[in-house]
């Protein structure tokens, strides 16, 4: 089983709301990450999660927060978001975080996306 | 810079052989993954490398070079559900971070 899920599916919100993205993983992984990604291209790594710690924070703008609840569980707290903010928002997971020799405890796996509209 | 090089777009018609390449920055390498995504879709992992040669997967491959920093995916039998973009991602020595290409758009033609 190498399942990611996120919730929800589809998210409208204006520049003022606060919202929060969800993923969950059941796959015992001890790494989770945040990615954005924008049509026609590849995926932006936004923050990186290892053993429920915060390890890589890719500058991304504090109207996004990060938090990570318990091993399986993933949020992204948005608040005042820009239109250009507008993406598809991908979770993924992987055995550990990359250390030294690339393989299956280094393999992502994504959820399905969250597509974020910004008003 | 650890640049990803990857054909922005490809042809090929169902039920042929086609090959995608991928050339990235050799150092601090640890190993390179395959990824499709479908249109509005999710990256879903196709294969990965970290010794030199051939991994086969069913009707897809892959194949490295660290020497020349070179990996190629080969897909046969094409078929139409295979229209998609094809990922070329590498993992270098810097934990935790794949540096992801810009993804070729691969069309499958009657």
């Known amino acids: 089983d190498t399942e990611v899920t996120q919730t929800p599916k589809h998210l409208v919100m204006g520049m003022t709301n606060k919202k929060s993205l969800k993923c969950e993983q059941h796959?015992?992984?001890?790494?989770m990450y945040w990615y954005k990604q924008k049509a026609k291209k590849p995926p932006e790594l936004m923050f990186v999660?290892?053993?429920?710690?915060?390890?890589i924070n890719e500058s991304v703008p504090s109207r996004f927060s990060p938090e990570c609840p318990n091993s399986s569980l993933l949020n992204l707290h948005l608040h005042a978001l820009q239109p250009e903010d507008s993406a598809l928002y991908l979770c993924a997971s992987s055995q550990e975080k990359a250390s030294g020799r690339a393989g299956v405890k280094d393999t992502q796996y994504f959820g399905p996306g969250t597509r974020l509209t910004v008003l | 810079g650890q640049n990803i090089d990857q054909p922005t777009e490809m042809t090929a018609t169902e039920g042929a052989i086609v090959q995608i390449n991928c050339t990235y920055q050799t150092s601090g390498f640890n190993g390179l993954f395959w990824y499709q995504q479908h249109a509005g879709e999710a990256p879903t992992f196709l294969s990965y490398?970290?010794?030199?040669g051939l991994e086969e997967k069913g009707r897809f491959s892959s194949f490295l070079s660290r020497s020349k920093g070179y990996s190629y995916l080969l897909l046969k039998e094409l078929q139409m559900k295979d229209s998609a973009s094809y990922l070329c991602a590498v993992s270098y020595n810097q934990g935790g971070k794949l540096i992801f290409g810009q993804g070729t758009e691969l069309s499958v033609k009657p």
């Open positions: 999660y290892s053993y429920e710690k915060l390890s």
């Open positions: 796959m015992g992984h001890r790494a």
């Open positions: 490398n970290v010794l030199d």
